[in-house]
């Protein structure tokens, strides 16, 4: 199993940026596929990226293509979720989730076993 810890979260006005962060401890993220969901008050989970290095797959939403980028440093167990050109929809809480790096698909919330408590985006106009 995995612990997962999130930071990097913050207030930033549109048009910036914000790195997140996802720590593990436990076992190694290389073992897993991890994704980053979001979620705004009164709406569903939403997927936003996933990476699975296993299998050398990257996904991103429609949402997020071209401004965000996912990326892992296996030396340091974290998973990073880099945001530009942040936009006020951005504003959600943002998890970050683990699972079988052999699912096939990184999009859906059942592939994932393990979640982070999120951390905060507000992106303000």
């Known amino acids: 199993q995995v612990q997962l810890v999130e930071s990097g979260g913050g207030l930033v006005q549109a048009g910036g940026s914000l790195r997140l962060s996802c720590a593990a401890s436990g076992r190694t993220f290389s073992r897993y596929a991890v994704g980053w969901f979001r979620q705004a008050p009164g709406k569903e989970r939403e997927f936003v990226a996933g990476?699975?290095?296993?299998?050398?797959?990257?996904y991103y939403a429609d949402s997020g293509k071209g401004r965000f980028t996912i990326s892992s440093d296996n030396a340091k167990n974290t998973v990073y979720l880099q945001m530009n050109s942040l936009k006020p929809e951005d504003t959600a809480v943002y998890y970050c989730a683990a699972g079988s790096p052999y699912s096939l698909t990184l999009s859906s919330v059942g592939a994932y076993d393990y979640w982070g408590q999120g951390t905060q985006v507000t992106v303000s106009s």
């Open positions: 990476i699975s290095e296993r299998v050398g797959r990257i």
